[in-house]
């Protein structure tokens, strides 16, 4: 019989079943609404992709993958098995079913949804998290260097066009920039193959997201907060409570459950009787020394699926999906062919003495996150498969995890992001 780590006088309220920036932000708001918490990671905080991703709050990002023009580009990019979306042949069987989904929230209607959810979601999050950094204390690490989006050409900007219309409607400030000269005041360096692009003011970034994950975590602990380090198998919810049940005969129990576990959620969810179609996108990324370039905002080559940021003392380039799984040994390759595009992109920038980098993306077919409550147990909550906006949804989604949590109104319709919507 598995061992129980707490006694029923003083078991948590609350147990988080994962420590990367959504469960860490939730951990703590549930924290300061006097819960006792407890957090559970099957390896430490921040140490899958909220310790390796780009660093941006990028709440102009509304649009989602899943949209007809990624469909018609989807068999270029897929023969190239370094291009932006790749998709290993041993696990395209398996992968069916999702793409199938992903085909089918690419029809506009599905896409129309999903920009008004998503920006929903982004106005909430945005507005929740300045008032976040000022409660841990983090206000020093925001960058407000705002984004640039490249294009090689007058066809690649004509193609974007309709989606920055969307934004414009939703009140997301940008401007279209033409011509070298133009878009050298904004980033010198740029390779001369470059006509136009968008540069988005109020694009935030953190200095470094993984030594911001660690501050929340450590506010976490000195206020009374536990974290453990235990593998998250199963659980089992009655009317009374909910039970963890780990890996290594070990089991924890609290009234709720909040299911926060990236790309390893879907598998907890299952059994509890939640079958959610969560995949794994594998991004990569190489983090440069500083010296690398000078970089004055962050660029993205969305023709090619990457970025380049400033991160800590250093310059990370990274982004592209990989759709191959949690098993497979990571393919370095990658990382290589977006420095090596970085390279022609930026003539002056020095790729020498990088650190390569491979973290699991929690993502779902039309880019909406699963925040709710589990269809089959009111005492279970998800807030997971937010994709490549995990930083970005942080403060917002920890604000209406608590709301849920404590039996408030949630601040925004959650109907979109619901658990059985597929």
Same mark, same amino acid.
């Given at each position: ?19 990367? !920036? ?14 006792? =918490? ?29 949209? $007809? ?11 190239d098995p370094h291009g932006p979306l790749s998709i290993p ?25 999903? !920009? ?56 997301? $400030? ?136 400033? !991160? ?49 993306? $929690? ?6 996150? =699963? ?8 005492? =279970? ?42």
């Amino acid at each position: 019989m598995a061992k129980m780590a707490y006694q029923q006088g003083n078991r948590p309220d609350v147990i988080v079943v994962g420590a990367g !920036i959504i469960g860490l932000s939730t951990a703590f708001l549930l924290q300061r609404n006097k819960l006792r =918490v407890l957090l559970l990671d099957r390896k430490g905080p921040a140490a899958e992709a909220s310790r390796g991703n780009a660093g941006a709050f990028a709440f102009s990002e509304v649009i989602p993958l899943a949209t $007809p023009g990624t469909l018609r580009k989807a068999p270029k990019w897929l023969v190239d098995p370094h291009g932006p979306l790749s998709i290993p042949p041993r696990y395209a069987l398996r992968l069916a079913p999702w793409m199938l989904r992903f085909w089918r929230a690419a029809r506009p209607a599905q896409v129309e949804h999903g !920009i008004r959810a998503q920006s929903t979601l982004m106005d909430h999050s945005k507005h929740a998290l300045l008032p976040f950094l000022k409660q841990t204390a983090t206000g020093s690490m925001l960058r407000r260097d705002g984004n640039l989006e490249l294009y090689e050409s007058a066809a690649e900007f004509e193609a974007t066009r309709p989606y920055w219309e969307a934004r414009r409607q939703l009140g997301i $400030p940008f401007e279209h920039i033409r011509g070298a000269y133009a878009l050298s005041e904004i980033q010198p360096g740029l390779d001369k193959r470059f006509v136009s692009g968008t540069f988005t003011p109020e694009w935030y970034s953190i200095s470094d997201p993984h030594e911001y994950a660690l501050t929340i975590a450590d506010i976490f602990r000195n206020r009374g907060g536990q974290i453990e380090i235990a593998d998250a198998m199963s659980l089992s919810a009655t009317r009374r409570n909910v039970t963890v049940r780990c890996a290594g005969d070990r089991s924890f129990a609290a009234d709720r459950v909040v299911v926060s576990a990236g790309a390893w959620s879907h598998d907890l969810a299952r059994t509890v009787g939640d079958r959610i179609p969560l995949e794994t996108e594998r991004g990569y990324n190489t983090t440069l020394p500083s010296a690398a370039f000078d970089l004055r905002t962050q660029l993205t080559f969305g023709g090619h699926g990457f970025v380049v940021t400033n !991160i800590g003392s250093g310059i990370r380039v990274g982004g592209a999906v990989e759709l191959g799984g949690l098993n497979a040994p990571p393919n370095f390759a990658r990382a290589g062919a977006l420095l090596a595009k970085a390279r022609l992109f930026l003539p002056d920038l020095d790729t020498e003495g990088g650190t390569p980098w491979m973290g699991f993306r $929690p993502s779902l077919p039309d880019s909406l996150p =699963v925040i709710g409550r589990s269809p089959t147990s009111e005492r =279970v909550i998800y807030a997971f498969g937010h994709g490549h906006l995990g930083l970005t949804q942080s403060a917002g989604t920890a604000e209406l995890v608590a709301e849920l949590v404590s039996g408030e109104p949630p601040s925004i319709d959650l109907e979109p992001f619901r658990a059985d919507r597929f």
